[in-house]
């Protein structure tokens, strides 16, 4: 069964930086593709940013372009997201989700098979 486990969420001031990391388990990862989605209070589920497992293509929300990285570590299984020049409006439960048809990355959630439990991340002003 796949799990996926997200850490590194919490509290940082504006212009702060945080690394989320999503650590996969259950299966062979070597054609999937992974992404990183939040969801703030009142709101849908947005995409943030994604990967194919084998790094080669990423895929950024323009609201994150240029502040956040998504990178992959296969030897790991792990995702990570690292976020610089944090700001409030970052503030949300970030999740890591995989897509087991990962030949095309994909920037829906439908399209996504599995899902983490989410990490809090709260940016104050």
């Known amino acids: 069964q796949v799990q996926l486990v997200e850490s590194g969420g919490g509290l940082v001031q504006a212009g702060g930086s945080l690394r989320l990391s999503c650590v996969a388990s259950g299966r062979t990862f070597s054609d999937w593709a992974m992404g990183w989605f939040r969801q703030a209070p009142g709101t849908e589920r947005e995409f943030v940013a994604a990967?194919?497992?084998?790094?080669?293509?990423?895929y950024y929300a323009d609201s994150v372009k240029g502040r956040f990285t998504i990178s992959s570590d296969n030897a790991k299984n792990t995702v990570y997201l690292q976020m610089n020049n944090l700001k409030p409006e970052d503030t949300a439960v970030y999740y890591c989700?995989?897509?087991?048809?990962?030949?095309?990355?994909?920037?829906?959630?439908?399209?996504?098979?599995?899902w983490g439990q989410g990490t809090q991340v709260t940016v104050s002003s």
């Open positions: 990967i194919s497992w084998s790094g080669d293509s990423t």
């Open positions: 989700a995989a897509d087991e048809q990962g030949a095309v990355v994909s920037i829906f959630s439908w399209e996504y098979d599995y």
